[in-house]
């Protein structure tokens, strides 16, 4: 009997020592990292999960800035809510659930990098080969540097950004090629591994890769390596034909006034390993849970470790930056005073024609968040109207809070060296593309106004040497953060700019060519006035190269505003181009014509009758001056691809 009870006790003393430990390991991590605040647990159950989410849906549903939405709350291994909000189909009245697809946008670039890192797994690939190496059918152009596959992980290749001929009505049926990567060239414009900047081209070669290596087409090889593995049943890649009929649908306003679907625009099949998904929160809630479990059903823990940790950062430390493929949104630094640091907030937006989608994974916290959406055709900027960064970080807030950090004052460079002008790099650089973005396209200027420094008129908080916080307003948790040389400058961690000078086109192009053309089409006076001495022809043709040289410019933004797609190739581009040179013959055409004539003028210093002609002759010479200047910029920006 007492060795009964012996041994009772025993167990006892065994279970309860198990649980005191158990205890410590939970209280341990929230003591060693201190930033997180406490209170996560106990407000994050399904009935809070749900007011939150009907908080944000429904008024959107009802206010008409959206179709339809879809969301899955995981927490610890298992999905907490999930649900669908509005319509999937607003003319069928079929309602958006939580199994309805919608379009992934670049929420499918973690798929990609997960695929890569598989290859890494099996040893037909490492992260530090050269893509030259590794892409088989194309070679791609790296004057820069040697440019490795991690490079194109972690955004930091160096490529600039183009978007035409990313979207097709009828895609293509071959696979990436030489002369597709050449009709749609993105110059390497900075050396790889310096600069983060959100790159859709990396990650289309990085798919491009997967599909070179293995020899199958990217959907089958992420279907079966990773939809497969965690029972994702709604999950698809976009292929060419008819899609399933649950999925989402996006609607606009037809010719006649009423309400027509949209035509599916398909991403080139280059672009597939970039943003070319369809699938449901469902089995969104499936990968988050087995992302956050670090599931070796798709990678060992090795490499999960390896893409949760950041590589490159946006400026200071804990500002975030880029993991392989994750983006690092925040990071938590431990307070025994061992510089360790850990990602607290990772995850992948995604936008691709109405659809807008978040996904945000709280590692620590064993928490996530998807949501779809699809724009409703009443709301034009879908982007603006529901702010998806917002609304996610906003979930953040409103359940765990954000690491407090006071305003920094140490020591760092003085205010007034952060001030100056600064352009997105994520853009063209050179080509007809450039010169349009050039044009419309508009800086961010960092300004000092009474010992506080604003980004864009919006005052900032220091909480570093170089980074600063937006003032908290609840919603949007935004972080400015700049390079060690104060060149560069990141915002949300994704989207960097750089300081240029004076003499940047952003800063003289559009001046210039709006006062161009005022003086080209100024050529309208003569035309409809005919002057004495002045040839009817001579100004019918003057006339016509200003109205040639205004359409150069007119062509992309007359032919969007008509409905062309800015993403799809379209004719446009080809007129743009006609345009062009009919501008440099008809000009060079009046020049010559004006040399002819300035040969029977006498010279301006006389005071004949032949004088009452100079101010005509003037005016034409600075008409003809101008549509020179134009066709000269057109020509160096789009031909010679300045």
Wanted: aromatic fraction near 10%; glycine fraction near 8%; include cysteine.
């Amino acid at each position: 009997m007492s060795a009964k009870l012996s041994c009772t006790s025993g167990f006892q003393r065994l279970f309860w020592f198990g649980w005191m430990l158990s205890v410590l390991s939970l209280l341990l991590p929230l003591t060693s990292w201190s930033q997180i605040e406490s209170g996560w647990e106990g407000k994050l159950d399904l009935q809070s999960a749900q007011a939150w989410a009907d908080g944000v849906f429904a008024p959107a549903i009802a206010e008409g800035t959206l179709d339809g939405a879809s969301i899955a709350i995981v927490k610890r291994g298992r999905v907490l809510f999930q649900k669908g909000y509005g319509y999937a189909d607003v003319i069928a009245r079929r309602p958006a659930t939580e199994r309805t697809p919608f379009r992934s946008g670049s929420v499918n670039k973690v798929f990609t990098a997960i695929a890569i890192m598989q290859l890494v797994e099996r040893g037909v690939l490492r992260l530090d080969d050269d893509i030259n190496t590794r892409i088989l059918r194309a070679g791609i152009d790296t004057p820069r540097g040697r440019t490795t596959v991690r490079h194109l992980l972690t955004h930091s290749a160096g490529f600039d950004e183009r978007f035409r001929g990313t979207l097709n009505a009828k895609p293509a049926l071959v696979r990436a090629s030489q002369a597709y990567i050449d009709e749609h060239a993105h110059s390497q414009v900075r050396a790889p591994g310096v600069v983060v900047n959100y790159s859709n081209q990396a990650m289309a070669l990085a798919g491009t890769i997967i599909e070179d290596l293995t020899g199958s087409t990217y959907g089958d090889y992420v279907t079966k390596h990773i939809f497969a593995p965690l029972g994702m049943e709604t999950a698809f890649v976009e292929q060419p034909g008819e899609l399933p009929a649950d999925v989402a649908v996006e609607h606009a306003i037809n010719d006649d006034g009423g309400l027509a679907p949209r035509p599916l625009l398909y991403k080139e099949t280059f672009y597939l390993g970039s943003g070319g998904f369809f699938f449901s929160a469902l089995d969104m809630a499936k990968f988050m849970n087995a992302v956050l479990a670090r599931s070796p059903e798709l990678l060992s823990m090795a490499s999960w470790d390896q893409m949760f940790t950041r590589q490159l950062s946006s400026g200071e430390g804990y500002a975030g930056g880029i993991g392989l493929g994750f983006w690092i949104y925040e990071m938590l630094t431990s307070d025994d005073g061992t510089g360790s640091e850990k990602p607290s907030v990772v995850g992948q937006g995604g936008s691709t024609e109405g659809f807008n989608l978040r996904m945000l994974m709280l590692p620590e916290e064993q928490v996530g968040l998807f949501f779809a959406t699809v724009k409703s055709r009443k709301s034009v900027f879908a982007s603006v109207d529901f702010d998806t960064w917002a609304k996610g970080f906003n979930f953040i807030e409103h359940f765990r809070g954000y690491p407090q950090r006071s305003p920094y004052s140490g020591d760092g460079p003085a205010l007034e060296r952060f001030t100056g002008s600064f352009i997105s790099n994520r853009r063209p650089f050179s080509g007809s593309e450039f010169f349009v973005s050039m044009l419309f396209q508009e800086a961010r200027s960092v300004t000092l106004e009474d010992g506080v420094l604003n980004w864009a008129n919006t005052p900032l908080r220091r909480i570093g040497a170089r980074t600063f916080d937006y003032p908290a307003d609840g919603e949007r948790r935004v972080t400015i953060s700049f390079s060690e040389n104060l060149q560069t400058v990141w915002r949300d961690q994704s989207t960097s700019y750089h300081r240029h000078a004076g003499l940047h086109p952003n800063n003289y192009l559009l001046p210039l060519v709006a006062s161009l053309l005022f003086v080209a089409l100024s050529a309208f006076v003569p035309a409809i006035w005919p002057q004495r001495k002045s040839p009817r022809k001579f100004d019918l043709l003057l006339l016509a190269a200003a109205l040639l040289a205004f359409s150069v410019v007119a062509t992309q933004p007359v032919a969007i505003l008509l409905g062309d797609h800015p993403r799809v190739e379209s004719p446009r581009f080809a007129v743009q181009a006609l345009f062009g040179w009919l501008t440099l013959a008809t000009t060079a055409m009046v020049a010559s014509l004006m040399a002819g004539q300035a040969r029977q003028i006498k010279s301006l210093g006389s005071y004949s009758a032949d004088s009452l002609s100079r101010p005509l002759a003037i005016h034409r010479s600075l008409i003809v001056m101008a549509l020179i200047l134009l066709t000269l910029l057109f020509v160096g920006y789009d031909v010679i691809r300045l």
